[in-house]
Structures are given as C-alpha cells and as structure tokens.
C-alpha cells in the first residue's frame, strides 16, 4: 500500500467515527426530551398532530400562541409541570412559568 492510500483510509476511518459519535450524540438527546402540546408559541413548534392535519405542515407554522394541537420538544418530565399535555388536545394551553 502506497503513503496514498494509507492516509486516505485513516481519513475516511477518522470521518466514519466522527458520523457515528455524532449521530449517537443526537439519539441520546432526544431520549431526554418529550413532545408538549399546548406550550409552543406561534411559529416555535416543533410539529403538529395529525390531527391538526391541514391547518399547516409542520415546524414553525403555527400562527397562535399555546395550540393543543401543537407541540415542541421540551427536557423529559417538565411538560406537565410547565402547562402543557403529552397529547393534542383541543382548544388553547395554559403555560405556567417554571
């Protein structure tokens, strides 16, 4: 094997590490976050539910503050205690300051 080749390897070794650690990372933080409807202002949520299917698409799209039937990730096992529900639900959320 020629200096060539070997350099290339260990790059292409050393890019497929760092795709790996990064997508682990990723994964990890989304273990320790839940989707909260009812806490999302306008245009900061994250998704809506399929329930809410044509009012608009997905992230950032809400046009109303606190909608049941849109959520964002917040931190695991805050949502309940910030005003929200782990489920769409109709109507407007109440957020509470934490």
Known sequence: MNKTMIAASVLGAALSLSAIGLTTA????ADDQEKCFGVAKAGENACS???????????GHSSVN???ADWKLVP??????????KQAF????KPTSM
């Open 26 to 29: 990723r994964t990890a933080s």
């Open 49 to 59: 539910a399929a329930s809410n299917a044509g009012a608009h698409s997905c992230a």
């Open 76 to 85: 695991a096992g805050t949502c309940e205690k910030m005003g929200g529900q």
């Open 90 to 93: 109709e109507g407007m959320g």
């Open 66 to 68: 606190y909608s049941g």
